[in-house]
Structures are given as C-alpha cells and as structure tokens.
C-alpha cells in the first residue's frame, strides 16, 4: 500500500469530481466499519450508526475516552507516561510495542496523545515523500524543525533520504552553524522557525539552499511565504497537520486542499458572510486512534475557483487560527467576523516598518504589539482600525499600540489572539 499511496501522491490523476470522491470516501468507509471499528471497544457497538449519529468528539473527549477509543488496547495513563518521559528526556524513540506515541500541546495547551501504527507511518511517509521529494535521483537530506521528535518522522528515513531533527525547545540561534553544515535539500519547519531561519538567510548568518521548503504546525501569512520564498529562492509548500492528522497540503500548483482521500471532512459553519467553518473529520485511514466525527476548533475559509491542479478535493484559501482566537467585532446586527487576513493586511500596508507583530483582542480594547513603532505609527493604526471597521460594518474596538512584542506563551506562535480576559463575543454568537 506504501508504494501504490506514493506512486498515486507523485504521479496519479487524483480526484477529479466531487462524485469521485463521494464514491472514494464511501468505499473507504465501509472497509474501516468492517475492519476497525470493531476492534475499537468504544465504537463495535457503532458500526452501523451513521457518521453524523456519532457522538460528537474533540481532543477533551478523546482523552477522556482514550483507553475504550484506540484498538491497540493501549492504556491511557501508560501512553502518557512513555510520552512525558519523552518529554523529559528528549529521546524519542521508545514506543509501546511498536506503536509510536506522541504528545502534542498544540495552540490551546490541552495535552493530546497521539498513536502510529508501522502500516501508518509507512503510508504517511510515502504520502509525503511523493508530494514533497523534489529529486527521485538523488539522495535528500531532510531537516524537521519541531518542538517533538516522533517515529512518525523518523518513518521518512531510507536509504536515499537523510532525516535530521532539530529540536526547537533549544533555541534557534544553537542551531544555525547545525543546520549551515547539514546543507538539506528539504527543509520543514513552522512557520515561525521559517521566518527567523529566512532572515538569518537574508542577513548572511545562514547559507544553504533548499529545493524544498514545507511550512508546518502554525498558519503561514502571505507576507511570510514571500520573505521565506525570496530568501530560500523556493516555492513554500505548506501541510495543515494536528494531532488529528494530515488536513490540507499544496498541490504542484501552490493551492491548500482538504486531503479528502484520506479523510472525510465535513463543514461547521461559524461565518455565513466568508464561509469560514471549523473542520468536521471522519479519518478512514487512521487504524491506531479512529477519529469519527471529530470536530477541529481551527477555522478554515473556502476558496470556490476552480485549481490549475485539477483536483476536486476542496481548496482552502487560507487558516484563519483557533476559533477561540477569532476576532468578533460588535456590529448592528450583533457580532462579526473580522478576518486574521484583514488584520495582516492592515499592518502590512503601513507606510512605516513595523517588523513582527502580536495583536491581542482583550475584553476592553485591541492591544497591538510592534517590534518598531514610529513618529507616525499609532496615528496610522488608528486610522486603519477605523477604517477596517467601516468597511465590515461595525464599531471599532478601544486600540492600545505598544513597543515590544510580549513573550510567546507556547511553541506555536500566536499573532492574533483573543485574551483569557476576554467576555466572548464568539459565545454570544453560538447562543444567539
């Protein structure tokens, strides 16, 4: 199955019409109601249950329900404790039998375990060695950027592919004169690692030349993708993966599409106006962990045109963040969406070079955080911010501008966030 899922990654047709892949996902499931469920003690008893009759999953009642859901009868407690450990000690490699197990924080901080069966990691790494090797001739030197090491990564290793990790929890800077003397041909990281290892580029600190550069972990910004695109004189690829899987990754033409034969993703609509909506997943693929019915609190938007690829497989236009993060400004007829792209662009067209941002919405005011703030830097917010809330029809929040970017409270970096403090326009929403 590992060479027929790269053989169809590289070189196939793929999905051409939603029929296609009605059809595709239908076969697809009911071989996994045949072969896995059963042996998932919480969901033999489900077989026959429509998706949508399914009790409805997020990463609490995963966890919750870790040790019923998964079919390697791996004990919840006993699968933290081999991930924790890892944690600690930064060796990643032991597994429960030969499972792989990780943990993963994400954005929100819960803890998430995740399982890796070595029919998984084959099919993984076969998948995205076919989308992203860039030469099949020569041999490839891989670096992965990452707060977490797993099996999972490790499975891109072969003979014709050198993987290295990097391990992100040690700072940036011990890793340039590492990563200068591997030289990758692929080099994959978040999208925060990017920008810096791109700037380090720019400045002469940093001289390699990938011919594949894959954006992970963190929503990647169109400023972002043309600074990393300039410095590493590269196409940047980008792969929405989670903890629940691989989501969405660019096609040979640069568009994100749902990875719609691999999953079933449904749609939870949280904005009318762009048809934002959080993702809804049905993995007919994942054997260790089933994931059915799973609803994601990222917040994608649709992309309707038609891709120059020719697959049919849903297109993305962008990842707007957490759904907890989203921006609801109070309008006449009650909250609205403001876009995480309308906030980019506000601050990418100032006239002045404010350098990395932080935008924090709190209960009482919009706090903006700029590396560099001139003469003229706050009048032009404002001016901007009013016009933004012009422009989508409601009042324009309170607006703080500061010098100096707060500490990031994770791995992942957060630009625009919503603070703890904040009464939250997005549950006056749900309620209404």
């Known amino acids: 199955m590992s060479i027929t899922a790269f053989l169809q990654t ?20 009911a071989r996994f109601r045949r072969r896995i469920m059963p042996r998932s003690p919480f969901y033999q008893d489900h077989i026959d249950t429509p998706l949508h009759a399914l009790p409805r999953m997020d990463k609490a009642r995963l966890m919750e329900s870790f040790t019923a859901i998964n079919t390697c009868g ?12 890892a944690e600690r000690s930064r060796d990643f490699s032991p597994m429960i039998g030969r499972v792989g197990v990780g943990l993963s924080t994400g954005t929100s901080g819960q803890r998430g375990l995740f399982l890796t069966t070595p029919r998984e990691r084959r099919l993984w790494a ?13 041999r490839q030197r891989v670096a992965f950027f990452m707060r977490a090491d797993n099996a999972l990564y490790r499975s891109l290793s072969n ?10 929890t040690q ?31 720019s400045e002469g600190r940093l001289a390699v030349q990938p011919q594949r550069v894959v954006s992970v972990a963190e929503s990647l910004g169109p400023s972002d993708r043309a600074a990393i695109a300039r410095a590493f004189r590269t196409q940047v690829d980008e792969v929405y993966q989670a903890t629940e899987g691989v989501l969405a990754f660019t096609c040979p033409a640069g568009n994100l599409h749902l990875n719609e034969a691999w999953m079933r993703i449904e749609r939870d609509l949280v904005d009318p106006a762009s048809g934002a909506f959080c993702p809804v997943i ?8 089933p994931l059915l019915n799973y609803r994601l609190n990222d917040v994608l938007v649709p992309d309707a ?8 497989c849903a297109r993305i236009a962008r990842i707007e963040g957490r759904e907890d993060d989203m921006l609801w400004w109070t309008g006449p007829d009650g909250p609205r969406l403001i876009p995480a792209e309308a906030i980019r662009t506000m601050l990418a067209s100032l006239d002045e070079a404010v350098g990395d941002y932080r935008v924090v919405q709190h209960a009482d005011a919009l706090t903006i955080s700029l590396e560099q703030v001139g003469p003229d830097t706050e009048a032009a917010l404002r001016a901007r911010v009013s016009e933004l809330a012009r422009q989508f029809r409601v009042a324009p929040p309170p607006l703080v501008v500061r010098e100096g970017l707060p500490p990031d409270s994770g791995f992942k970096r957060r630009r625009i966030r919503v603070a703890t403090d904040q009464m939250s326009l997005a549950e006056d929403r749900r309620s209404a």
Do not use: N
């Not at 791996?74 to 450990?85: K, M, P």
């Not at 076969?126 to 020569?138: K, Q, T, Y």
């Not at 049905?282 to 260790?288: A, G, K, L, V, Y």
């Open 10 to 29: 590289r070189y196939g047709r793929g999905l051409r019409s939603r029929a296609e892949i009605e059809a595709h996902q239908s076969r697809a499931m």
């Open 74 to 85: 791996i004990d919840r407690e006993e699968a933290f404790e081999v991930a924790l450990e």
């Open 126 to 138: 076969a998948i995205m060695s076919g989308r992203f090797w860039p030469d099949l001739r020569r």
């Open 159 to 168: 003979p014709l592919l050198r993987f290295e990790f990097f391990d992100v």
């Open 171 to 201: 700072g940036m800077d011990a890793h340039l004169q590492g990563l200068g003397d591997f030289d990758p041909t692929v080099l994959i990281a978040p999208a925060g690692v990017l920008s810096f290892l791109a700037r380090a580029q």
């Open 282 to 289: 049905h993995d007919f693929t994942r054997e260790s962990l």
């Open 305 to 312: 045109a038609p891709c120059p690829c020719g697959s049919a």
